[in-house]
């Protein structure tokens, strides 16, 4: 079956570091985003990998490794607007998104 | 604002009852989707479009239709609401469905099925 796995609840200090990892098994692999969803709200777009290495966005970077199955996304400099959900969804070989159960990121003053 | 409406964005509904989401895109994206989203669980597609007069079920279509007569409109259609449908369910859409484009997704609709 397919399965993406991130973790349930991570809590982090204001101006902060965090990374939020993701690893995924999928029958192939066309993709991985990366969303944020603040309590509520919709989904929205952060970033995409298909290549190995890194994609830097302002303070915000996401990572790929394709042979661990593995992605993390890093969030610099945090900021309490960034509690929020976020959301690990992979395109499998029939450009279905296979999305992670979300990892609720909780900013501490 | 170009983007993604969904209606309504609140319903409480009697069991049995038959209940239309509906969904309207202006970007004119050909791939639309209809998900839900459970706690503790990721967003399940229920239900596609490829494009225009097409559909396709996703993971979860038990209980729920679509219909794509054009370009701008999906709604999603529960014939007969049960319980186990309250959910909070999010239409998106994208250009195409093998694009590596993001996803759009409406503000979401909260539904309660008692």
């Known amino acids: 079956g397919q399965n993406i796995d991130q973790p349930t609840e991570m809590t982090a200090t204001e101006g902060a570091i965090v990374q939020i990892n993701c690893t995924y098994q999928?029958?192939?692999?066309?993709?991985l985003f990366w969303y944020q969803q603040h309590a509520g709200e919709a989904p929205t777009f952060l970033s995409y990998?298909?290549l190995d290495g890194l994609e830097e966005k302002g303070r915000f970077s996401s990572f790929l490794s394709r042979s661990k199955g593995y992605s993390y996304l890093l969030l610099k400099e945090l900021q309490m607007k960034d509690s929020a959900s976020y959301l690990c969804?992979?395109?499998?070989?029939?450009?279905?998104?296979?999305w992670g159960a979300g990892t609720k990121l909780i900013i501490k003053p | 604002i170009a983007g993604i409406t969904q209606a309504p964005t609140s319903q409480i509904l009697a069991a049995g009852r038959r209940m239309t989401l509906r969904c309207t895109q202006d970007?004119?994206?050909?791939?639309m989707y209809w998900y839900r989203q459970d706690l503790g669980l990721g967003l399940r597609l229920i239900h596609y479009?490829?494009?225009?007069?097409?559909?396709g079920k996703g993971e979860v279509p038990d209980g729920y239709s679509v219909s794509r007569a054009n370009t701008d409109d999906f709604p999603l259609t529960l014939a007969s609401a049960v319980p186990s449908q309250t959910s909070v369910y999010f239409c998106?859409?994208?250009?195409?469905?093998?694009?590596?484009?993001?996803?759009?997704f409406g503000e979401g609709s909260r539904l309660t099925v008692l």
């Open positions: 969804a992979v395109r499998d070989q029939n450009y279905q998104l296979i």
């Open positions: 998106a859409s994208t250009k195409t469905s093998g694009s590596t484009g993001e996803l759009f």
């Open positions: 999928t029958s192939g692999f066309n993709g």
């Open positions: 990998n298909v």
């Open positions: 479009s490829n494009t225009a007069g097409t559909t």
């Open positions: 970007m004119r994206h050909n791939a």
